[in-house]
């Protein structure tokens, strides 16, 4: 045990782990680097009309990946130290996407093919051996933690435009998708950002496959 100097008092060492403590719940201090979320859609829902609209083979075109900054998809800034950066797993990004998007297909009796390339015009579809194709464009998928006193506030923002041509209909049917979600945590873990953003892709594709067009 040591003593103080000036008036011989001893100071305990479990003091020392209450400041340390003190430390990560106010400023939020963490282990800086890169953390990998691991990515998927999965729903437990089950779309009895998707296959009638789509047909039993569905094509899945190269997804558009117009960010940035494609390498990570989202940050966390503690109010001291150095910030950390989230990345997909699987990575890159489309192929999170892709792979949880397609075994939900399969459990609903469509066959997902990949395709080359697709124009993403109605005229095209006559060339595509599928009774559909599918083409995915992220415009934006971040999810950022920023500390604060005693609270981390975290905001997640993804924009999709999916488009969807259907063969039989000769028709190109484009959805426009924006969430943006915030909430507020006393502390901000890497399986926290990854719950909240693995739950707005379900939301997002539960909407997409029970009305597809």
Same mark, same amino acid.
């Given at each position: 045990m040591k003593v103080n100097e000036k008036g011989g008092r001893p100071v305990r060492p479990f003091r020392w782990l209450a400041v340390l403590f003190l430390c990560f719940a106010v400023f939020g201090c963490g282990k800086a680097g890169?953390? $990998?979320?691991? +990515?998927?859609?999965?729903?437990? #829902?089950?779309?009895?009309?998707?296959?009638?609209?789509?047909? /039993?083979?569905?094509?899945?075109?190269p997804v558009q990946d117009e960010r940035r900054d494609t390498l990570y998809i989202g940050r966390h800034t503690p109010l001291r130290g150095v910030s950390s950066y989230f990345k997909s797993d699987p990575s890159p990004l489309e192929n999170a996407i892709i792979e949880?998007? $397609?075994?939900? +297909?399969?459990?609903?009796?469509? #066959?997902?093919?990949?395709?080359?390339?697709?124009?993403?015009? /109605?005229?095209?579809?006559?060339?595509?051996?599928t009774d559909s194709v599918l083409m995915i464009e992220i415009r934006r998928f971040w999810t950022e933690g920023k500390a604060f006193p005693f609270r981390t506030q975290a905001t997640t923002s993804i924009h999709f435009l999916i488009h969807l041509g259907v063969k039989k209909e000769?028709?190109?049917?484009?959805?426009?998708?924006?969430?943006?979600?915030?909430?507020?945590l006393p502390r901000l873990t890497p399986e926290r950002m990854e719950e909240t953003v693995n739950q707005i892709l379900t939301d997002i594709f539960d909407s997409f496959l029970g009305n597809p067009y």
């Open positions: 890169t953390h $990998s979320l691991f +990515l998927r859609y999965q729903s437990a #829902k089950e779309f009895p009309s998707l296959l009638q609209k789509v047909g /039993p083979t569905l094509g899945i075109a949880s998007l $397609s075994q939900v +297909l399969s459990r609903n009796g469509i #066959k997902t093919v990949s395709i080359s390339e697709w124009d993403g015009k /109605p005229e095209s579809l006559k060339k595509i051996e000769g028709k190109v049917f484009t959805r426009n998708v924006e969430v943006e979600k915030e909430t507020t």
